[in-house]
């Protein structure tokens, strides 16, 4: 039940779950994936959903089926953009002004290639909007994340998806984390993070479905904690490729690796807050499910 969760877990995964129940590898109908978030809302595990994640161009498709159902809360909306800024921003006033009752969009996501992307998409977007950037963890991080910072805006890193190639190297995925503290810039992961631990798992729902190498949730944010306490390189590979639960220990006031390194709940409560956000999955009940096994939840 709620009431016995350890402080030091609410802290580190209170909405964290960003809900994209109409993308790939669940690919629901709009209607499946509305229901299914309004269910968890009322769930005792209400507090570790995110936002709701759906196209721009879905906008008028989730108002149709939202407003069929009672809401326990205002519903907030992170919206991807389709390619088309202008076009984007614009649904999204529209549907504000119109469904202000019980849904918000306040949540952007844009996909960037370069620094001149970053600079333009900032120019219009309208100061209620929090917007996140969707880049490649590679060798240009270091002058693309800087312009983040300058702009005010926030990183992306897509961490997995339904094929092999899909998922970046840890490197990669530690060399985003990174980039994105030293530059003071808040992020957030989508794709493949269905699983709190790293693992090797069909990358589909599907019976004949490939498997491959995933990330886990758990081991991303919890290298970014440790990232920011200043723990080496090395270690920091080594968690983010973490696959034994018994390596991560959950005390009510931090969580230890190995005990021998300690993230406290103050710590936790300033990387969730100024760092790691939040990660898309199109599962809920998977996530939650695997902490109740692992006993976090």
């Known amino acids: 039940m709620a009431e016995n969760i350890k402080s030091s877990v609410r802290t580190l995964l209170t909405g964290i779950v960003d809900y994209a129940g109409l993308f790939p590898p669940a690919a629901l109908s709009m209607g499946e994936a509305v229901k299914n978030y309004a269910a968890y809302q009322k769930s005792s595990l209400s507090w570790v959903l995110g936002k709701f994640i759906v196209p721009a161009t879905r906008l008028d498709e989730f108002a149709a089926h939202a407003k069929e159902l009672p809401a326990s809360a205002i519903w907030k909306l992170s919206v991807l953009d389709g390619g088309d800024l202008f076009e984007t921003l614009r649904k999204i006033e529209e549907f504000n002004a119109a469904n202000t009752a019980f849904a918000e969009c306040d949540t952007v996501e844009i996909k960037a290639d370069n620094e001149a992307?970053?600079?333009r998409a900032a120019d219009i977007l309208p100061p209620n909007l929090?917007?996140?950037?969707?880049i490649a963890p590679n060798d240009s991080l270091a002058e693309v994340?800087?312009?983040l910072f300058t702009t005010r805006q926030r990183a992306k890193i897509r961490t997995g998806g339904i094929t092999p190639d899909a998922f970046p190297a840890t490197a990669d995925v530690a060399?985003?984390?990174r980039t994105c503290l030293a530059a003071?810039?808040?992020?957030?992961?989508?794709a493949g993070l269905h699983h709190p631990l790293r693992c090797t798992r069909p990358l589909t729902y599907e019976p004949d479905s490939v498997k491959g190498k995933m990330h886990g949730f758990l081991n991303v944010f919890l290298a970014a904690g440790f990232i920011r306490e200043g723990l080496s390189g090395l270690h920091i590979t080594e968690i983010l490729e973490e696959d034994?639960?018994?390596a991560f220990t959950v005390e009510y006031n931090g969580v230890w690796w190995r005990q021998k390194h300690f993230l406290g709940t103050p710590q936790l409560q300033r990387l969730r807050e100024k760092n790691a956000i939040s990660f898309g999955s199109c599962s809920?009940?998977?996530?939650?499910e695997e902490l109740r096994v692992m006993g976090i939840l």
């Open 130 to 134: 929090t917007a996140y950037f969707e």
């Open 117 to 119: 992307d970053i600079e």
């Open 244 to 246: 034994d639960p018994g």
């Open 284 to 288: 809920f009940t998977e996530p939650t």
């Open 184 to 190: 003071n810039v808040p992020f957030k992961a989508t």
């Open 145 to 147: 994340l800087p312009v």
């Open 175 to 177: 060399r985003f984390i």
